[in-house]
């Protein structure tokens, strides 16, 4: 098959989707990379399920039953876009069904493991009903998981599915849909497939681990964090069959949308700026101290924006960060949710100084977007981090990213004081406090030198778009596809 200049079919099947539900960069990924590959001229179709809080207007478009076990369940199908350019768009297909979808928020419920095969049921079944077939399901993360193990081991023997190819992307391996044995009766399979060479793991039935085995190609969001889950460090207990898989997996970093994030765009900041006028960076952290109470003060602030969790290295800022303000007069602002301590240790630290921390615990995009463009550096010393949006994002804004250089961080921020011609952040390798300390009194240094309005240019003008992930996409769907119909 000659797939050089064909246009691909692609179904994208995704549990959030920006802007419909989020919680946090998968929604972003689901939002933007199907747009991207729509405007190099794919056919890109999206799936999620229709959560409680989303009233944007829906066609209808069909509806079918789904065998859930012993019963059968509704499965109706409704329709919207996302608009792309010009009179492009994607269409996104929304999973309709009162009894499993219509409820706050969108995980963190006892049935999530029938929810989500239902949605990987819905995902084979509607694609006759929407004439559609697509070339690539692009499933991701282990919400998806079992559609791979549906695909393969049931629907492909029927001529519409056969060639169908799958690729299964790890968004974060930590949250892998481990759920007891049971669930498999929610599969109506013939055959028994809770063995260790299938879906079994560590007597659990595992979504994660139905992607990793049946589908045709995995990636994950950066070849450096494809590389560390291959060790018992990063591997989660999965370092076994990734490296079984090992020649079927591969990295890519993400990108995001640079319409979406952008600061010129001055109804999202208090004033906009680019490149060629990066002094208004200033004028931003200027009205936001002004804004949140903090101190009017020319000393770096340092944000921190993400969740709240072991997995951010948030304890080696919460050690050191006292000393920075007493001995350098920084100013922090924190903004998220997640475990209660975090939210305790900052809430004590604010009580503490509140001329100069802020926190906002509570998930906001307008708030992040002045956050990244007042603020100096952005902090992410993480413990692991497959990708990692918030520094690409940081970069966007010109504020300096000050990270550990895991995952995607090590693939995307190059430390300034060991390449000052590419440099464009700081970053440290061991987890360590003092080795964090170290790192973020170098940045503070630069910070006080006429170099750091360079760096500031040089973030601004670097390029963390969509467009160069998106072609290694359209590559990796070949390969995948390629493999397929050997």
């Not at 981090?385 to 940081?394: A, D, H, K, M, T």
């Not at 309005?453 to 973030?459: H, P």
């Amino acid at each position: 098959m000659n797939l050089s200049n064909k246009q691909l079919k692609v179904l994208f099947v995704s549990a959030e989707v920006d802007p419909f539900a989020k919680t946090g960069g998968l929604a972003d990924v689901a939002g933007s990379l199907p747009k991207e590959l729509t405007l190099l001229g794919q056919d890109v179709r999206v799936l999620m399920p229709r959560y409680k809080s989303i009233d944007t207007e829906l066609a209808y478009v069909a509806d079918f039953p789904v065998e859930m076990g012993e019963r059968k369940e509704t499965c109706v199908i409704k329709e919207s876009c996302i608009p792309v350019s010009g009179s492009k768009e994607v269409k996104v297909y929304f999973l309709e069904n009162y009894h499993y979808y219509y409820r706050d928020g969108i995980y963190c419920y006892q049935d999530d493991a029938q929810r989500f095969i239902m949605l990987c049921k819905a995902a084979l079944e509607m694609l006759p009903y929407i004439d559609f077939k697509p070339d690539i399901i692009h499933c991701n993360d282990w919400h998806t998981g079992p559609l791979c193990l549906l695909l393969k081991e049931k629907y492909a023997k029927h001529d519409f599915y056969k060639d169908i190819a799958t690729v299964y992307t790890i968004h974060n391996l930590e949250y892998q849909g481990n759920f007891s044995a049971d669930i498999c009766g929610f599969l109506n399979l013939e055959e028994d497939f809770f063995t260790y060479d299938k879906a079994e793991f560590y007597g659990m039935f595992s979504f994660m681990k139905c992607g990793l085995v049946y589908s045709d190609k995995i990636n994950t969001v950066s070849k450096q964090y494809a590389q560390e889950i291959l060790s018992t460090a990063y591997g989660e207990k999965m370092e076994g069959i990734l490296n079984k898989r090992k020649k079927d997996l591969f990295g890519i970093v993400n990108g995001i949308s640079y319409e979406e994030f952008d600061p010129g765009k001055n109804e999202d900041l208090y004033k906009g700026y680019d490149s060629k006028c990066p002094w208004n960076k200033k004028e931003n952290k200027r009205k936001f101290q002004k804004e949140f109470g903090l101190a009017k003060s020319d000393a770096p602030i340092l944000a921190v924006i993400t969740r709240l969790t072991h997995q951010k290295g948030l304890e080696l800022i919460l050690g050191c960060i006292d000393r920075f303000i007493k001995e350098k007069d920084i100013q922090l602002t924190v903004l998220g949710i997640g475990d209660e301590y975090y939210h305790n240790s900052f809430k004590e630290l604010q009580k503490k100084y509140p001329d100069n921390v802020a926190v906002f615990l509570e998930f906001n995009q307008k708030l992040a977007k002045k956050i990244y463009a007042s603020a100096d550096m952005f902090l992410m010393p993480s413990r692991f981090e497959p990708c990692g949006l918030g520094q690409i994002i940081s970069f966007r804004y010109g504020t300096i990213p000050v990270v550990r250089a895991t995952g995607g961080l090590a693939e995307t921020v190059i430390d300034y004081d060991k390449d000052r011609k590419n440099g464009n952040g700081f970053s440290f390798t061991e987890f360590d406090e003092k080795e964090f300390e170290d790192t973020l009194n170098r940045a503070i240094q630069v910070y006080c030198s006429q170099e750091w309005e360079e760096l500031v240019v040089r973030a601004l003008e670097s390029d963390f778009s969509w467009k160069k992930p998106c072609i290694k996409y359209l590559d990796l769907y070949k390969i995948a596809l390629e493999h397929k119909n050997r």
